[in-house]
């Protein structure tokens, strides 16, 4: 059987595309190979054909996915009007599909998990060096260590996605109301911050709206002689 290439590009995505949708919905170990032929509508030897394995299926899956994530951070640095992220988690039917193969993929664990994370970090860290030099996004002092984090926290929103859906008043994050307050939530904390100051600097001694830095020396009493 010889196979043209727009049949093989065609072929391929609807294989990644049904890897995608099979380990969001049933885990890594539950989207077989024979799931994942069929949701796509092709034969089981057509899978080991253009990916080698399943593992380098989802491998491809991962590098597909962060490459969307790469491509976007072009609003960072171009002219176009800014994306509205509530647009974007609202419209965007691939969304969903996102958010729960990378749920699965980092409840796996392993080798596989932690390959993934290494990705996201440097993909991450792309994004943010582009808004840096863009002027869109703030000095960052350690671009590794900010970037890490970043990722911990969005692992974390995956993996506790139903929690913060209830403690918001509803059962999925993506919904109406919900998905709405975690946004604004979300943007606030990373345009706002937290502290007023960084704790962790050293502390000034220059006088501030509270009064005198407590280590500065007593001011003289004018009612006293000297």
């Known amino acids: ?11 391929r995505q609807r294989i990644r595309d049904a890897a995608v949708s099979a380990v969001g919905q049933l885990g890594a170990q539950g989207a077989t190979v024979r799931v994942i032929a069929a949701r796509a509508g092709v034969p089981i030897g057509l899978v080991s054909y253009h990916f080698g ?14 490459g969307q994530t790469l491509a976007e951070k072009d609003f960072l640095t171009d002219d176009r ?10 419209d965007d039917p691939q969304i969903r599909l996102v958010m729960d193969y990378l749920m699965q ?9 932690q390959r993934l994370f290494d990705v996201m970090t440097h993909a991450t860290e792309e994004v943010l060096e582009a808004g840096v030099e863009a002027g869109t996004i703030g000095p960052v002092a350690d671009l590794t260590a900010t970037s890490a984090i970043l990722v911990a926290h969005s692992a974390g929103t995956l993996a506790h996605a139903g929690d913060i859906a209830r403690q918001l008043g509803g059962t999925d994050l993506l919904g109406g109301e919900v998905v709405e307050r975690y ?3 979300s943007l606030d904390l990373f345009t706002n911050g937290l502290f007023v100051a960084n ?25 006293k002689e000297s």
């Open 199 to 223: 704790p962790m600097a050293e502390t000034s001694s220059q006088p501030t709206a509270a009064g005198p830095h407590p280590n500065d020396p007593a001011e003289p009493d004018p009612t």
């Open 1 to 11: 059987m010889r196979i043209t290439a727009s049949e093989a590009g065609s072929t």
């Open 53 to 66: 394995s399943k593992e380098g299926l989802l491998e491809a899956c991962d590098e597909w996915l962060i």
């Open 183 to 185: 946004a604004t939530a």
């Open 81 to 90: 009007p800014r994306i509205n992220p509530m647009q974007v988690l609202t």
């Open 105 to 113: 993929r980092m409840r796996g664990g392993g080798q596989a998990a």
